[in-house]
């Protein structure tokens, strides 16, 4: 035990014994504690938020996180929730999934580190970046790709968050515009009517922020999801101005909604024709679905993959931006994270991979499974559900208004299950799940059964 931890003498008795909890005692046990306070955990010391900024601050410290297994977690107030979103989205396996532990494990005694400088990436940052072009290229022989200009054989890893992607990917595309179109006089980026792309300045500019500070020469456009006219018309409107066209398979900040193919191929065949590029943003989808990157279920081949969140299954973030290789302009300190080029989270990301790989038919079944509980139970309420958003285990239930939907978070929440809500802007009424790739049968059986127990009483 290292100093601070013998000093924190009472958090670490508490912490081993939700953990112990939550390890010995079986899957059903816990489902019939969920939304239960564990008496014989003793409580944590208590701590304070009150240094975080105020937006932070959303809950009371009973609430806060103590300790987490595959899907379930305890908070601070003992109580036993189950987490229908893998954390905060990005744990794919769960909390301490057992593989991942044991691989860690022996890394960390084999010493690999967490990081390293960007100049010397170490064998599994390496590894890592000619894993994802063969997802991408599958089949495919290593020494045609790097000739081969259509297809994603070029990775910039070194870069923590989600945010730095994107912001990295917008880069690129700007490099390019600016090498293939000098003269024009507006570059354009086309957008979804209610992206995420991040943190970033430019990102959010593209959702509406920050207007007041970029030129005029920057246009940013929003179509709203699956509407083909109306990209068609911003297409027919910018011609070749448009550098690219930014888009999220499944909107998870937008109600999960999902892109349907025949949109995202008439969004590919729009920026083909004015040498726009296509950037696919599967920070939240990748890792989630069979074929690992979901863009591969619209049978395109985007000019720019960005990855990030699920891909290292939260243990210390990593992201990664894939693209075409004539799109490779920028230098080293053009886009990086000093806690990016990363050895030990490269091994942690490889192992996800293979994890899910592994449990190709697995993964098909539940997401197929959840789906279809999810359709019957908008087929039982009609006059409550309006649809099933999202694809697999990356769902919303879009309920019939705003109140309704926060009511049935609220009341999921009292019951112990944590999941989010799209609700706080106008026509926005959507509960969200993304149950980590470890649920199994009966925790999406006991979920559906909690989510029409709580219907049967709005
Ligand atoms: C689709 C999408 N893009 C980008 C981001 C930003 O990633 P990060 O929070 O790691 O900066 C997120 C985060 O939620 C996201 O969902």
Redesign the pocket.
Known sequence: MNHLLETEKKLVKSIRAANSFLIKNKETLLLGNVGKIIKNIPSPPKTTKKWFQKSYVLGSEQNDFLAGKGVFYITEGRKLFLDTTAG??QMTWGYNHPSLMKCLDEAIKLGIPWDCHSNIPGFFVKKLSEKLVEICNPGCQSQNLLHDENCLNTVLLGIA??????STAMKLALNYFKKQKPHNKKIVFISLRGN????DFL?QRLRGMWNEIFSEKLVFELVEPNDIEELKKIFDKHGKDIAAFFF?PVM??REAILLTGEFIQAARRFTESVDALMIV?E??TCCWYPEIFMYKQFDITPDIL?L??GLTAGFH?L?AVVYKRKLDSLKQYDAISTNGNAPLPSLMALCCLNLIENNVKRIEMLANYYENCLKNLACEFPHLIVSVQGKGLLSGLKLKNQQTALKFHQKCIEKGIWLRVHAYYEGHSTALTKFALSVSKNVLDYTVSMFRKILKTL
């Not at 968050?161 to 994107?166: E, H, L, Q």
């Open positions: 905060h989205y968050t989600g945010s730095v992607a994107c995420y792309h991040g943190t990102m999220e998870m900040n943003d920070i939240q960005i990030g969140k973030p992201s």
